[in-house]
């Protein structure tokens, strides 16, 4: 059974710093592109940040692009996704997933993933 | 910047058939937007329903496709059921490596 669990969220003051990890099972994690998403509180989701499954090629949404920063360790299984210059737009909730590819190295979906971490700004 | 729309809500009837569909604010969705579709209730993670335009993923039911319709992604549900009931949310990929997910789609079955 594929299982993706998220941890580290919670509540942080405005320009603060938060990192989430997301720890995978049932998959070959090294092998697999890995995505954070996140929905804010009025229901809308937004992609936030893609990594390849060595970790090499990571992409980022014009939201959070110089703030956000994602990796991983594949020896842990595991997916982070560090936060900074923290901003209350931010405050949502964090999914990660299983990031998959349509044709070749492009058309991603995300097929597997967690139940959210749910990261508040506020002061 | 280009936004990726979808009908805010949206209502059917037990074993009707709906269709959603997901635009651009400017130019058409083609199949090289490799548009994806995910269902998500309240409370839950969303679930993954097509990709690649009309790939059902595992285990979804064949009542659910997706296709291109004119210039837009459309996912329809025929015959549909009470537990369709969601929210659902449509993806377009924009290239080098930029996932758009649209506003979505709040349906009701009643």
């Known amino acids: 059974e594929v299982q993706l669990l998220e941890s580290g969220g919670g509540l942080v003051q405005p320009g603060g710093s938060l990192r989430l990890s997301c720890v995978v099972s049932?998959?070959?994690?090294?092998?697999?592109?890995m995505s954070w998403v996140r929905q804010f509180p009025g229901k809308g989701l937004e992609w936030v940040s893609v990594i390849s499954g060595h970790g090499i090629d990571t992409y980022y949404a014009d939201s959070v692009k110089g703030r956000f920063t994602v990796s991983r360790d594949n020896s842990k299984n595991t997916l982070y996704l560090q936060m900074s210059s923290l901003r209350a737009e931010d405050t949502a909730i964090y999914f990660c997933?299983?990031?998959?590819?349509?044709?070749?190295?492009?058309?991603?979906?995300?097929?597997?993933w967690g139940q959210g971490t749910l990261v508040t700004v506020s002061s | 910047q280009t936004v990726v729309t979808q009908e805010p809500s949206f209502s059917v009837s037990p074993g009707g058939t709906v269709t959603l569909t997901c635009g651009l604010t400017s130019g058409s969705v083609s199949t090289n937007y490799f548009p994806s579709w995910y269902q998500q209730t309240p409370g839950r993670a969303p679930r993954s329903l097509i990709y690649n335009t009309n790939t059902r993923s595992s285990g979804v039911p064949h009542r659910f496709s997706g296709s291109i319709l004119g210039n837009k992604a459309a996912l329809t549900i025929t015959g549909a059921q009470a537990d369709d009931d969601s929210d659902y949310y449509c993806v377009l990929y924009m290239g080098s490596g930029i996932s758009v997910f649209g506003g979505g789609t709040k349906l009701t079955v009643l």
């Open positions: 049932g998959i070959t994690f090294s092998s697999c592109a």
């Open positions: 997933a299983r990031t998959e590819y349509a044709s070749g190295w492009s058309g991603d979906y995300f097929d597997y």
